[in-house]
């Protein structure tokens, strides 16, 4: 699963649910999982999201 959150460590622009750097490259090429990926997205996280 990936979740839809922000890495910008990873990716800059895009939550690790839509990024392609995440998905392909991290997930799939460096760490070789060839398995369904679903994207979750806790409600009750963003509702209390919080800006530092």
Do not use: F
């Not at 839809?4 to 750097?21: G, L, Q, T, V």
């Not at 991290?26 to 369904?36: C, D, V």
């Amino acid at each position: 699963m990936v979740t839809h959150i922000k890495y910008p460590a990873c990716d800059k622009e895009n939550p690790a649910s839509i990024s392609r750097i995440i998905i392909q490259e991290l997930l799939r090429e460096q760490l070789g999982y060839n398995g369904i990926l679903q994207a979750i997205k806790d409600v009750k996280i963003s509702e209390k999201r919080i800006d530092a």
